[in-house]
Structures are given as C-alpha cells and as structure tokens.
C-alpha cells in the first residue's frame, strides 16, 4: 500500500492544491513504511491537474492531508484514493500515526482558504 501526504519542508502542507511536493510512503502488509519517494507537485490547483490520477497509477491508496476543497476530495476519492484530511506536523509522524489508527478525517473542506477550485 502506498500512503501519499502533501509536504512543504517535509510538514503536511494544510492546502493539498498548493504543495510543494507529496511525500509517498510504502508500506508494508505489518503497517511499517519500507520505502520514501518524493512525487513534485503540478503547477497550479491540484483539483484541476492530473495529480489524482497520476498518484492512483503509482498506487496511492490513501490521502493524509491538512485540508482540500470538495472538488479535489471527489477527484481523489473517484480514482480510488482515501482521504483523511485534518493532519498536520510532521509527514512520518503522522503516517505512523495513520498506520497505527489514531487518525480520523475531520470532515472539515478549505473553503476558508478564500477559493474552491471547479471544473
């Protein structure tokens, strides 16, 4: 299973549309992360990018991410990929607190963030 995170300075970016880089996370069937990759990120909103579809073909399953908009959470979910929004802090703290269950989606969109990104 492969988990992916948003990063800026390797901390979860709270805006996945905008971050620097994903953090890709291999894990394996014990739930230990065997292997690191770093994806760069498309220019521009993620929602509006291949970057769903492209993190889906490298076998992304699951999104930790800070916050996203509706758009890009029903872009993630419809190749396959689990979001669980509301992180934050260091990306393998907060893969390994995935892995071990103590994270939850908050349930909470980014339409604080002054835009929503539509097709």
Request: glycine letters at 12%; proline letters at 2%; hydrophobic letters at 30%.
């Amino acid at each position: 299973m492969k988990i992916a995170l948003p990063t800026a300075n390797r901390q979860i970016d709270d805006h996945f549309g905008h971050c620097d880089y994903y953090t890709i996370y291999t894990v394996s069937g014990n739930n230990e992360i065997v292997s690191t990759d770093v994806l760069k990120s498309p220019k521009g909103c993620g929602c509006k990018s291949d970057i769903a579809k492209v993190l889906s073909d490298m076998g992304v399953k699951v999104m930790l991410a800070g916050n996203m908009g509706e758009s890009a959470l029903n872009l993630l979910k419809s190749h396959g990929i689990e979001v669980v929004r509301g992180c934050s802090g260091d990306v393998k703290d907060v893969a390994v607190k995935y892995l071990a269950g103590e994270l939850r989606d908050s349930g909470e969109g980014c339409s604080s963030h002054g835009h929503e990104c539509s097709h």
